[in-house]
């Protein structure tokens, strides 16, 4: 046998996971080339930005979003006194490793859940004290897009989108269509095609999309994301963080994002707020979070 | 304090700690069930009305169930006829079969079987989609939609099932007395009409509230009608409480056919001794 027949034969011989070492994330020892990289990207998504603002006057007005000294705890501390705030026309994305309470933030948001302490302003009017019903009124505001999409799987697509238009509106069937038309060709679906469907028969991006689309529905101000981009794949992530950015310039919504995909966080990002130890460990523009000498930061920005 | 003494002290103040715990979230658990069952019922009167999620549930609960029923009633009385005609050819006294089987159907097996059935097949159903619901967001994507999941999803399950227990089990009623009716004709040997005239007889001998109302129907309409609540707010709660995925769906199934079955059992036995007091024969 020849050295390269051998050669070729261990390599097919080998574990799969051995196989794919060479593939492997590369990790602290390029951090210098991925922060270079995200750097030129987020020069090409500032220019274009810039260019859009001056365009559109979609900027960064009032607060929509604060959120003041928040502190919850369960059985043990979940945030500790967490602030930020986002503007009008603003794509925060809150980042953080693995169970730091970021999807939480956005309950308490929504006010599935009331702070210990703090306190939580939509539109300048504190909602922590709300009764449940007033609590409904403010949801309205909002949009929500789920991790898994949470679409009712007992309703269509059309259904689904239908949805707020139907529990909130007086629209007439004809305009409810209109409107669930216009939502899906927003998020890039074929509404003839989709429509119909039930979200069983939908892949993970598509259910996405249409979970997008039944958020945007009602024409909300606000938008919340809770881990938009997990468990895609690399194009479908592309195509949702377009879809996000997309929002942000074309309907100047202020969106909420919580991600732990901090490429897309930074393509989509006005600012990070990077949640660490139960608190905000650094709150500015993706630009400042490069900058940054805290070794923490670094070391997660290095990580991806 | 000796270490023995020390040793006991701590043994007896952990059960008693346990034990605490364990009073405290059984109590927390009530006040929750019964908040959820004061809302869903005080919803029925409140604006938004989902009369197409009632209509459907109606349909699931009530129509997907009839098969079920029917199996189970004729069954129950046939075998009841079979049995009690053993008892009653000792005393000579089999013409009275149609006035046993009446009896016992209308006011105690045909409500607590169907009851059974229905917290066999509709309850486990209800807690698993709502299990399912909760597992995948859904109930939070509700809410987040402005729509209150207990009026959407809790209210119109208990509305379909306080309405349509009492009519499985007037069925279950109706097939059981016929499946008696076959075997006093057939094993008996007794006419159709003597069967049918003690039936009659029967449900008009326990006497009458307002005139004109048999009281042997308002124990017969008044546990289904109990049962139904008891089943769709036990499988609600238990389906809107599900934590920890598809495990805590099994779970939430499990303990809603377990509790409903148990509550039946206990509340018919105390429903009987109430109905009996205010509506003596």
Redesign the interface.
Known sequence: MSDEEDRRGKAERRHPSEKDETAMPRRAHDSGRVRAAIRTELEEVAEEGAELQARTGVGHGERVITLENISLAFEDPILENVSFNAKSGDTVVVVGESGTGKSTIL?LL?R?LIPDKGRVLIDGEDITGLT?DDA??V??K?G?V???A????SMTVYENVA??LR??TLLSEDEIEARVREKLQFVDLEPERVMDQMPSELSGGMKKRVGIA?GLANNPEIM?YDEPTSGLDPLTTATITYLIIKLQRELGVTSIVVSHDIRSAFRMASKIALLANRRIGFFGTPEEMTGTDDPYIREFLGGF | MSDTLRSDYEATHLILESFNDAAKRGIYSLQEFFALAGKAIGFIFVK?FYTTDLFQQMDAIGVGSLGIVLLTGFFTGMVLALQSAVQLQTFGATDYIGSLIAGSMIRELGPVLAGLMVAGRVGSGIAAQLG??RV???I??L??????PIKKLVTPRVLASLIMLPVLTVINDFVGILGGSIIAKFYLGKPASLYWRTVFEQMLAGGFTLHYIPNDFIQGLTKPFVFGGIISLVACYHGLKTTGGTEGVGNATTRTVVTASILILVVDYFLTQIILAVFPS
Do not use: I, V, W
Not at chain 1, 150 to 153: G, V
């Open positions: 309950k929504l599935l449940f409904l009124k949801r309205q909002m929500m789920f991790q898994g949470a679409l009712f799987d949805y707020p529990e909130h039944r919340l | 938004p399912s619901m995948t967001e859904q939070d994507a809410n987040t939609l402005g729509t209150d």
